[in-house]
């Protein structure tokens, strides 16, 4: 398509938006927006703004045949049969897996091949963050409480000055800022938590990030001003009622791309996210579950190299 | 004409169908709660999924209801669009819109994609126009004055002439072409055409401050 105008390009915008753009310029137009963010945006600001229009909207139930229909659509058959095997997992869970494959491989690594698991098949625990800053999610920490490894990413250009570094603050409910140690300019890195610093993330504040001179505060305590920040996620498995050891499963192929969802117990550990507030969920969704998918594997690659205690 | 017998019995089939009313809770409670629900869902959070499902399929499916007309219609695009929220709620960006705004947005135009293609599938579709409501046509006018009073919606759409602001609200609420439009307001396509592309124009100047 040639290119057009801003203003031609926000009437098209507002067009389809309406929807009085026909099926074959409706398609054509889906297929623009894919690959033009600003034809995105400016179609975003217009769905945005005649929202409005749905307002007094009378509520009207749909039949329990649509819920059904969902559910048969995004939870495999097998899981919803629950139909156990030998080994004392069904069919579904072990699908449901496949979706958690860097949570298993990441515990079949740490055990030697295999994987202890709650019967339910649960993934293990993680700590998340996303640290922002003024223009959005910059760190992103993916830690194992398990192996107390942690994951850092850096998701966006911090600004750091040249002679001086970015240091990490773990902050407790209570007290000042206990060191984390440095972070990275760019790209990632591993590390492994102290076992003091770990106890704190079911309770701490948060996280933060201050500018530091060159090798992090001389102090002990942050000197410098502190522009990134965010909550600690904590996914936690629910307590396990029975333990079983089953084998290894080998890594499934692009499994992140699978559109069966893990099964239930999954989402039932998902859900037993314990002491998040909104606003951290928030922050956390502010970063596609690619990144923290993709990091969660730098974490398991990492696993058999050492790293600095942090 | 039958139809409208039929049509009126479906009509009081969906006020009998409404459930008790949960407490509403307040307008910011309520969204945190949708963003956080998305949040897991883009985790794969089963249950998530299912609340938000419950808290927010009655007022999807009216509006999957409002645009299609028809009720087969309108499930089978409750249904896709569900699966759209499960499969890409980890692209949903708080920033960018509220969550009723994303689910509306991708309700209503599951609801486009399915009544454009009733004209290609219109000679296999024998049951094409007994569940057609031709009552439940909106009043333009109404859906003008369900406007948030004080939004700038509403005074962006109250500064548009009638044909303009009717036809612009026609076609939104209902998901009307240009030629629907017309039929529905009783005018000349070319008229609609110049009224939307007009309206659409004095919109953009008033809602995004451009000057012309």
């Known amino acids: ?16 938006a309406l929807g009085v753009m026909q099926a074959g310029a409706r398609l054509r137009f889906e297929a623009w927006l894919r690959y033009d963010p600003n034809l995105r945006q400016l179609t975003q600001r217009w769905e945005r703004q005649l929202d409005g229009l749905n307002a007094g909207l009378e509520p009207v139930v749909p039949p329990v045949s649509v819920w059904q229909a969902i559910q048969r659509r995004v939870v495999p058959a097998t899981k919803r049969n629950e139909s156990v095997t030998a080994s004392g997992f069904s069919v579904g869970q072990l699908r449901g897996w496949r979706s958690l494959a860097l949570f298993a491989s990441l515990t079949a690594v740490m055990l030697g091949g295999w994987i202890v698991a709650p019967r339910d098949a649960v993934p293990p625990p993680m700590n ?3 640290l922002t800053g003024a223009s959005g999610a910059t760190y992103l920490m993916c830690n ?5 490894k942690a994951a850092f990413e850096v998701l966006a250009d911090a600004a750091i000055p040249d002679d001086k570094d970015a240091e990490l603050w773990l ?34 504040k948060g996280l933060a990030v201050s500018i530091e001179p060159k090798g992090g505060s001389p102090t002990g305590s942050p000197t410098g001003p502190i522009p990134f920040q965010g909550k600690l996620i ?39 996210v314990s002491g998040v507030e909104n606003k951290a969920i928030d922050t956390l969704s502010g970063v596609s ?22 | 004409m039958g139809v409208c017998c039929v049509v009126s019995a479906v009509t009081s089939a969906y006020l009998l169908n409404k459930a008790p009313q949960k407490t509403p809770l307040m307008e910011e409670d309520s969204k945190t709660q949708h963003i956080d629900w998305l949040a897991r869902c883009a985790l794969r959070d089963q249950s998530a999924f299912q609340s938000l499902y419950e808290d927010t399929s009655s007022h999807l499916f009216a509006l999957a209801l409002r645009i299609t007309r028809r009720r087969d219609w309108a499930e089978d695009v409750l249904q896709e669009a569900f699966v759209q929220i499960w499969n890409r709620a980890d692209s949903y960006r708080p920033d960018i819109a509220q969550p009723m705004t994303w689910m509306g947005t991708i309700v209503r135009y599951r609801a486009l994609d399915r009544l454009r293609r009733k004209k290609t599938d219109k000679a296999t579709d024998e049951f094409d126009d007994w569940q057609v409501e031709d009552t439940a046509m909106i009043d333009p006018a109404q859906s003008v004055a369900n406007l948030q009073t004080g939004s700038e919606l509403e005074r962006c759409m109250q500064e548009l002439a009638d044909g303009p602001r009717n036809s612009i609200a026609l ?26 592309r007009r309206g659409l124009e004095r919109l953009r100047l008033c809602l995004h401050h451009e000057t012309a």
């Open chain 1, 234 to 272: 904590n996914l936690w498995t629910k307590p396990a009622s029975t333990t079983t050891t089953v084998a290894y499963q080998p890594p499934m192929k692009s499994p992140m791309k699978s559109m069966s969802p893990p099964s239930r117990s999954t989402a039932e550990v998902l859900s037993a």
């Open chain 2, 171 to 196: 076609a939104f609420s209902q998901g009307l072409t240009h030629q629907e439009v017309a039929e529905q307001l009783g005018e000349a396509l070319g008229t609609v055409k110049s009224w939307i």
């Open chain 1, 144 to 148: 194992d409480p398990i192996s107390r």
């Open chain 1, 289 to 310: 579950v690619e990144s923290i998918l993709r990091l969660q594997q730098v974490l398991r690659d990492s696993q058999t190299n050492a790293g600095g205690e942090v």
């Open chain 1, 1 to 16: 398509m040639k290119p057009l105008d801003s203003k031609l390009r926000d009437l098209l915008a507002g067009r389809y």
């Open chain 1, 128 to 130: 998340l963050a996303v």
């Open chain 1, 171 to 204: 902050l407790p409910a209570n007290g000042a800022p206990q060191s984390m140690g440095l972070l990275p300019r760019k790209g990632r890195m591993v590390k492994t938590v102290s076992v003091e610093i770990l106890a704190q993330f079911g309770t701490a």
